[in-house]
């Protein structure tokens, strides 16, 4: 009988040593350090319609963990299997457990996209497609669809306008669809009461303050100067005289290294030619900052009609009420250029 308890404890003692490894073991399967990476943290990419194989690959190819298998054998017993697509932030020692309990419900870390200094919506697809999952073909594609450009209200030539120039958080795996969708969210927000009554007490449409405010954002650098400016044009529009707009000129020559406008660059037949045409051109020549928008909504009141860019070069401009005051403007600047040897 005593051989007999002493057999019987003995089994009882190894099966809770066996017991107590196996827990300790499974423990540190779940819980202990299994990410390594040779810096504090890293982002993990998982495109969209990938599975858990897909990401087990990208895991090994990228020799993100220390034990592929407890991972795998975590993943199993948290019965993790499909797989969120979208850009994830690992750090160094991150356990299974936590790893898995992040893409499990699709924590992502947003990317901040940031986009200005655009002239055409094919440049807006190149900056924007570095940041997200869609490529620049795709965006390109829905950017150009006419039929999506007329499901937001807008036109081949207006429909860049609904792009505020701004930073954005979005995330990684955002469609092309759902950045168009996410961009016209943000403008409706941009344009609210205030905004919306200012434009139609001048008497323009939303897309006609940002094109005046894309021939401002152009014509000077200076934010204080801006009023002033968008104040001149909107004198112009209602005298019923030409623009006469550089910006639009080079935009319709389509040669963005222009620094100086010739008699011959003039003379290109294109509504976006304000010296040919009257009234506003089709549509942005340039994707304008906020504040340049806000310009043209809270433009200054006076009677100038002319400006030109003054001789120092400071990025400020002369202004004239009559045509004489300007051609003495004009001249001096000219004479800088000369001086300068800036002749086209």
């Known amino acids: 009988m005593k051989k007999t308890l002493k057999i019987t404890a003995l089994i009882l003692f190894l099966a809770l040593l066996a017991g107590g490894f196996w ?3 499974t423990y540190q399967e779940i819980y202990a350090a299994n990410v390594s990476i040779n810096k504090e943290s890293d982002f993990l990419y998982i495109p969209s319609h990938s599975n858990f194989d897909d990401l087990i690959s990208e895991l090994e190819e990228k020799h993100y963990l220390k034990d592929i298998a407890s991972f795998k054998k975590v993943a ?4 993790f299997s499909k797989v969120k697509a979208g850009r994830y932030t690992i750090h160094n020692k991150m356990s299974n457990n ?17 986009f200005n200094h655009i002239r055409t919506l094919k440049q807006l697809a190149g900056k924007v497609s570095v940041n997200i999952e869609s490529d620049s073909i795709s965006l390109v594609k829905k950017l150009y669809d006419k039929e999506i450009q007329k499901k937001y209200g807008f036109n081949s030539h207006t429909f860049i306008s609904m792009f505020i120039a701004n930073t954005y958080e979005l995330y990684w795996n955002t469609s092309a669809e759902a950045f168009i969708k996410r961009m016209a969210t943000e403008y409706k927000a941009f344009w609210n009461k205030k905004r919306k009554a200012k434009a139609r007490k001048l008497g323009l449409s939303q897309s006609e303050v940002t094109t005046l405010a ?3 954002e152009l014509e000077s650098l200076k934010n204080d100067e801006k009023p002033r400016i968008a104040g001149v044009y909107l004198n112009r529009l209602r005298k019923g005289m030409l623009l006469q707009a ?7 020559v389509g040669d963005f290294n222009i620094k100086r406008v ?10 976006y030619n304000t010296y040919k045409y009257k ?11 906020v504040s340049s928008i806000d310009a043209v909504l809270n ?4 009677s100038y009609i002319y400006f030109c860019a003054k001789e120092d070069f400071s990025g400020y401009h002369n202004f004239a009420k009559s045509y004489s005051q300007h051609i003495n403007n004009a001249r001096k600047y000219q004479r800088a250029l000369n001086r300068r040897r800036i002749y086209k």
């Open 299 to 302: 433009y200054e009141h006076h």
């Open 246 to 252: 550089d910006p639009t000129v080079i935009f319709a």
């Open 262 to 271: 010739l008699k011959k660059h003039l003379e290109i037949d294109s509504p």
């Open 279 to 289: 009234g506003l051109p089709p549509g942005p020549i340039y994707l304008p900052s």
């Open 23 to 25: 827990a300790y073991q």
């Open 76 to 79: 199993e017993l948290k019965s």
């Open 214 to 216: 894309s021939i401002v």
């Open 98 to 114: 936590a790893l898995i309990n992040m893409l499990r419900i699709g924590d992502q870390t947003p990317v901040r996209i940031t």
